[in-house]
């Protein structure tokens, strides 16, 4: 179970996510030094595969406004896109594009990683709409089930 954030937290979280939302590209381009907040929560990323998107479960580290500092058990290659959720309370859900830039060995099977946002978009509370431009830009098709966010697996995320 994840515990609850703190109002402090979530109005950084918030903060972090309106100046993602009023960066332009060239901006995003030269956030490398951004301040980082440290952010232990566990979310949902669904990962662009050819006809599929998984759901795969990660543990956030931390978070600024060029990235992200995740733990997995799955390992991702760099470069590979996937679509974070954060649903923080009494606001809109917020969908973000990250792309990988690093993916090493910790220990006991998980994995750091390090993402930078590409894009956001508001989500619909537990139904996002995943942009279809994010695909494209994947390099991969639209499942059939089309751009909606997967529901949790029935087994639990990975």
């Not at 402090?8 to 590209?25: A, F, G, H, M």
């Not at 030094?33 to 440290?38: E, I, Q, S, T």
């Not at 537990?126 to 994010?134: D, S």
Request: proline share 5%.
């Amino acid at each position: 179970m994840t515990p609850a954030l703190s109002t402090e937290t979530v109005q950084r979280i918030e903060e972090i996510l309106q100046t993602l939302d009023s960066q332009n590209t060239r901006e995003m381009e030269n956030r490398r030094n951004a301040k980082r907040l440290n952010l232990r929560i566990s979310v949902r990323a669904t990962v662009f595969m050819h006809n599929t998107t998984p759901n795969v479960r990660v543990y956030t580290r931390n978070i600024s406004t060029s990235g992200i500092g995740l733990v997995t058990k799955r390992v991702f290659r760099s470069g590979e896109l996937f679509v974070l959720e954060f649903i923080l309370p009494d606001r809109p859900a917020k969908m973000l594009l990250a792309k990988t830039k690093f993916c090493r060995y910790l220990s006991g099977g998980l994995y750091e990683l390090g993402a930078e946002f590409v894009e956001s978009a508001l989500a619909v509370r537990g139904r996002g709409q995943i942009p279809p431009h994010w695909y494209e830009l994947a390099g991969v098709s639209i499942p059939s089930s089309g751009c909606v966010f997967p529901a949790k697996n029935k087994q639990g995320d990975n």
